[in-house]
C-alpha cells in the first residue's frame, strides 16, 4: 500500500517563499505522475504542478514561474518550490501521486499541509 507523507507548510508574508515536500512509501511499480493540488476555502481543488512519467512538468497558469516542481526518483520524493507567494495562494496543498498498472489509473493522496500566506 502506498502512503504520502507532505511536509513544508506554514505561514508566510507576500512575496516570502516556502518549499513543500511529499515522500511516498511502499511499492511503487507503474509511475505515471506525482505532484500537488491545492483546495481553497469554497472552492474546487485545483492542480498546482505535477510530474509525469518522462520528467514532464505541468504548472497550473496561476503558479507559473512562481513555483517550481522537482522529483527525486531515488527516493520517491517530489519537492514544490514556491516562491513569490501571494494571499491567493492561501490553500491547504495536497500531494497526489497516480500509478497506471496494467494501464488502470490508481490515485493516492496526502493528508494536506495548509500554505498560509497573509501579512
Known amino acids: 500500500q502506498v502512503q504520502l507523507y507532505e511536509s513544508g507548510g506554514g505561514l508566510v508574508q507576500p512575496g516570502e517563499s516556502l518549499r513543500l515536500s511529499c515522500a511516498a512509501s511502499?511499492?511503487?511499480?507503474?509511475?505515471?505522475?506525482m505532484g500537488w493540488y491545492r483546495q481553497a476555502p469554497g472552492k474546487q481543488r485545483e492542480l498546482v504542478a505535477e510530474?509525469?512519467?518522462?520528467?514532464?512538468?505541468n504548472y497550473a497558469d496561476s503558479v507559473e514561474g512562481r513555483f517550481t516542481i522537482s522529483r527525486d526518483n531515488a527516493k520517491n520524493t517530489v519537492n514544490l518550490q514556491l516562491n513569490s507567494l501571494k494571499p491567493d495562494d492561501t490553500a491547504v496543498y495536497y500531494c497526489r501521486l497516480e500509478q497506471r498498472p496494467y494501464g488502470r489509473p490508481v490515485e493516492y493522496w496526502g493528508q494536506g499541509t495548509q500554505v498560509t500566506v497573509s501579512s
Open positions: 510530474v509525469t512519467r518522462g520528467d514532464i512538468a
Open positions: 511502499g511499492t511503487i511499480f507503474s509511475f505515471y505522475a
